[in-house]
């Protein structure tokens, strides 16, 4: 999960975003504690007494950042290898202005980023449609996006948007072919802003590349964290499809049948999405089984 931990003061404790190797099993760690989160203009007042002067100790995975420290004490510790080999978290994390937080501009990058937003928040949009579904890595005050038509698509595609502000107006001028670029000008008490739209059409088309099972934990039964059946007997299953270009959907919202069976009916059997399992593992009165 991805955070901003802004102004921060520490006393007497420390910021630690670093794996961690423990839990109630190897199954069930606690690991990555974050992704790509920022903590920015860190005050150590005093440190924790077992962390050496530091106050910040990031291992993140994905890209972390550390910026900008000031106070008493300002060290920081980004340098590290987790004690999980599978949770990888390179790249070493950013760090940058240690001790020099006085500097930093700004000061609060909440702050500042609030208040340009909330400058221009009258000519974002609610909604940017392209053919009646959102276009991808849609955001409010977002100018200025590249969108994917299918492989063989022929048809000009439709651009809809709606304002966030129910005063302002919007005006749409739809691309040109399939390699054209759509424009959405937002109006709002005689400011405006232009979104644009660049149409570009697949070369090769999207293929399935692998199926995936897994326990499908939006109903009972499965245990929360790892494979397990954890409450009774039996869980239900569901299948990911993942595309060529990385995507992965539910086959569930495809509406295509999957039917699963199982290859050892000593374990268990399949009905229908739901596996039954034939007799209980080493969780005691429950049943469990570890997909």
Not at 41 to 70: D, L, M, R
Not at 163 to 190: C, H, L, M, N
Not at 227 to 243: P, Y
Request: include cysteine; hydrophobic fraction near 30%.
């Amino acid at each position: 999960m991805a955070n901003l931990i802004d102004n921060l003061v520490v006393n007497g404790d420390g910021i630690s975003a670093i794996t961690r190797d423990y839990g109630s099993s190897e199954t069930n760690r606690h690991g990555v504690v974050t992704t790509e989160s920022v903590f920015w203009n860190t005050t150590g007042q005093a440190v924790h007494p077992s962390k050496s002067g530091i106050i910040v100790e990031s291992e993140q995975f994905g890209n972390g950042y550390v910026i900008g420290t000031k106070g008493k004490d300002t060290s920081v510790n980004v340098n590290i290898v987790g004690s999980i080999p599978d949770a990888n978290t390179q790249p070493f994390d950013m760090a940058e202005g240690i001790g020099e937080g006085d500097r930093l501009s700004p000061q609060s990058l909440y702050q500042d980023q609030s208040k340009k937003r909330i400058k221009d928040i009258h000519l974002g949009l609610q909604s940017l449609l392209v053919n009646g579904e959102a276009i991808a890595g849609m955001q409010f005050l977002r100018t200025d996006y590249v969108h994917t038509l299918s492989y063989g698509t022929t048809e000009t595609p439709i651009i809809s948007a709606k304002p966030f502000e129910k005063d302002a107006k919007v005006k749409i001028k739809q691309p040109q072919g399939t390699s054209g670029t759509g424009e959405v000008t937002v109006s709002y008490r005689g400011h405006t802003q232009n979104v644009q739209v660049k149409f570009k059409v697949a070369d090769t088309p999207i293929l399935p590349e692998n199926i995936s099972i897994s326990p499908n934990k939006a109903v009972p039964g499965w245990r929360v964290a790892g494979n397990a059946i954890s409450a009774g007997g039996s869980g239900e299953l569901t299948s990911f499809l993942t595309l060529d270009n990385g995507e992965i959907l539910n086959i569930t919202e495809l509406n295509v049948p999957v039917t699963y069976t199982s290859s050892d009916e000593t374990i268990g059997y399949t009905e229908g999405t739901t596996f039954h399992a034939e007799k209980s593992g080493n969780c005691g009165r429950h049943g469990e089984l570890r997909l």
